[in-house]
């Protein structure tokens, strides 16, 4: 169901994928959004001034590290939570005054566990399907297509505990999808799976996105923004601190980088020394690698190699590899993203930044 949006909230903006389409109305607008928990004598400013747009039928990413403020956002906009400040539509509805109408255009899954353990695929599915007020008979059709479409045939019919992270994660989101909801809230969809899961969980989505369906993801892993969104805001303690897409946002942090791995990690400083005199090259003593700007492609790792040679520190490996969202994460706020995602990084010893 669609309410009429007001006369302020509606927007005719031309449809990205969807040519000759218009849009009636932005998708998700917030303005200013403050959230501060308090408990006890404790007060923590969650969100603290998020702006958001997100046009219809597009996939916004909202990427950050653990408690960044994105389940807080999405909450606010599913309507789970109140903001202190600030004012948020969903489909031109406010989440506050129109509520009801809101939790009727939208899905939400993710760190959520609303799949019941000791049903069965089908029957959690055809649950959902009559608390949307299905009959039983179009309940179960519902569930018989949803299953089809997720590759849970085969286990249909098992209780929901036995099944794997990947097919939890599956049956939960096509519990989102029962109501047909016009957007789509999915709050870390890939948390806990492993890389199969993950592929497989971002076909998924692809598939739901390719029908039109309107998306706000929120991830910590940068390359799943990278995969799945159009655009991209950066949200870190609370504020949204970049916005683009993903190539914009690697555009900010320059171009390709030259990684150099040495063999004695006594060697690094000399090697940055060597590399870049200048000071803008940083390394990580964990994985004895070096890396700076690169300016001169290909030809330039040959260089590298002998400049190295000639000041006698001993390489094992070298490459020339584009910036990557953790690249720009470090860029925006002088601190990795704390995901874990990179899988490189030693918590212990960060990245140093050194001086010629
Ligand atoms: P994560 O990736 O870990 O889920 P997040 O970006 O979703 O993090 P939020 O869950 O929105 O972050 O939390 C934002 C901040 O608010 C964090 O500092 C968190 O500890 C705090 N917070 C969240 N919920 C509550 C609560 N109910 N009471 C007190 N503080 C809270």
Known sequence: ??????????????????PGYVADVAAIETEGLVKVYRSGGDEVRALDGVDLDVQEGTVLGLLGPNGAGKTT????????????AGRATVAGLDVVRDAQAVRRVIGLSGQYAAVDENLTGRENLWMF?????????????????????????????????TYSGGMRRRLDLAAALVGRPELLFLDEPTTGLDPRGRLGMWDVIRDQVREGTTLLLTTQYLEEAD???DDIAVVDHGRIIARGTADELKAQVGGERIEVVVRHPDDLRRAVATLAPNGDGT???HTRRVTVAARGGAQELVEVVKRLGDASVEVDD???????????FLTLTGHVAEDGSTGEDDEDEPDEELAA
Do not use: N
């Open 129 to 161: 399907g009559r608390l949307y007020r299905l009959s039983s008979p179009d309940a179960r059709r519902r569930a018989d297509d949803l299953l089809g479409r997720f590759g849970l045939e085969d286990a249909a019919d098992r209780v929901a505990k």
């Open 283 to 285: 390394c990580d003593r």
């Open 73 to 84: 956002t999405v909450r606010i906009l599913a309507t789970l939570l109140r903001a202190d």
């Open 1 to 18: 169901m669609r309410v009429a949006p007001s006369e302020s909230t509606a927007i005719r903006t031309p449809h990205p994928k969807v």
């Open 318 to 328: 070298v490459g020339l590899r584009r910036p990557t969202l953790d690249d720009v």
């Open 227 to 229: 995969e799945l969104a």
